[in-house]
């Protein structure tokens, strides 16, 4: 399994330089909202009138890059924060620790954030003492931290990619789940399976994950599910669907009155999205939202702010390099029919 992974790495690697090159004649339409850190995977929040960005905080640990995700050695989070987009972005400092997660053991991956009743919680993966991706929950009174882990993950929770919805019920869900490095092939039925293998081309898909939140925030009210995206027809894509299949990078938001599901297609580097009439799907997909950026990963947020929408993504214009990413903002725009328009991070 892992040759098999190596010998396809090297096909996306060499696939991911020949998108660089093309981006890289081109002009970013947006610029990093910060430079004197490498920050990724952007969860964009409004609380209290102001923009909060949990993003991953990107470091050089020495590492050696393989495909697995090894190099994504994280070890801390820092909130960013702004007034009104295009305002000054401030870095507030760590908000939470490796060292400070009592379960975990490397690689602290994309988080997201939420506020229920003036507590703000902070949901994120990191790989525990058995080297399994699971996500874990910390709390603060303050949206920027420092965050307060619980002592252990999320019971049932696994793989990466934590996207926290808060629905106009006041009902809570997080989405989750990320293939290859994030090892969401390893799971059937919410078992951990010993000796997993990626979906071949002709077989189905692996499938992003929900559960409802209970009302503390810290546990799963329900038994983990599967989301479906499908095409037109009502089919469930196939592994050989990889231009819109669902790879990692989950985000929910609502566009009136219905769910967009948006999510990274990894190693073809669109970000796509699907639209349902309930949080649980499924999601017939519409389309893409980002064409591929500078770089491997592509992981975004969705948000509206002061009557217009906005996207976070990032991309490697800083470094060069795919570990080291960037965070962005651009406008979002609908058509009409509440289509989403495409966005080319390059002119
Ligand atoms: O930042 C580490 C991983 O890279 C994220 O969890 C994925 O979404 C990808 O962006």
New binding site residues.
């Given amino acids: 399994m892992k040759n098999r992974h190596l010998s396809v790495f090297a096909v996306l690697a060499s696939l991911s330089n020949t998108i660089d090159a093309q981006n890289v004649e081109k002009k970013p339409i947006s610029q990093p909202l910060v430079s004197h850190i490498y920050t ?2 952007p969860s964009a929040h409004v609380f209290n009138g102001k923009i909060y960005i949990y993003p ?1 905080h990107d470091i050089e640990s020495g590492v050696k890059a393989d495909a697995d ?1 090894n190099h ?1 050695d994280m070890k801390d989070f820092r909130i960013l924060s702004m007034d009104n987009i295009g305002g000054k972005v401030k870095d507030n400092g760590v908000a939470l620790s490796i060292k400070d997660i009592p379960w975990a053991k490397r690689q602290l ?2 988080p997201d954030a939420t506020a229920k009743k003036g507590i703000y919680y902070l949901y994120f ?1 990191v790989k525990d003492k058995d080297d399994i991706f699971r996500i874990g929950v910390a709390s603060s009174k303050k949206p920027i931290g420092p965050f307060k882990a619980e002592a252990t993950p999320i019971k049932g929770s696994y793989s ?2 934590p996207a926290v919805f808060k629905d106009s019920d006041d009902s809570y869900y997080l989405y989750f789940g ?1 293939i290859s490095g ?1 090892q969401l092939q390893r799971w059937k039925d919410n078992q951990y399976l010993e000796n997993a293998e990626m979906a071949k081309k002709n077989e189905l898909a692996h499938l992003p994950r929900i559960a409802k939140l209970s009302a503390n925030m810290k546990e799963f009210s329900e038994e983990v599910k599967e989301i479906k995206i499908v095409d037109e027809k009502g089919n469930v894509f196939k592994e050989s669907d990889n231009d819109k299949r669902f790879f ?2 989950a985000w929910v938001h609502k566009y009136r009155g219905k769910y967009y599901f948006s999510y ?1 297609t990894g190693d073809t580097h669109n970000i796509c999205y699907a639209i349902a009439d309930n949080p649980y799907g499924p999601f017939t997909y519409k389309g893409v939202v980002l064409k591929p950026v500078q770089g491997w ?1 592509s ?1 975004h947020s969705i948000i509206q702010k002061g009557g217009k929408w906005y996207l976070f993504y990032h991309d490697v214009q800083l470094s060069g390099q795919t570990h080291l990413r960037n965070v962005k903002v651009t406008e979002l725009k609908y058509n009409p029919d509440g289509t989403i328009q495409t966005i080319d991070a390059y002119k």
Avoid: K, Q, V
């Fill in positions: 990724a995977d991953s995700g994504f991956w994309a993966p990466i990619d990320g994030g990692e990078a990274s990963t992981h």
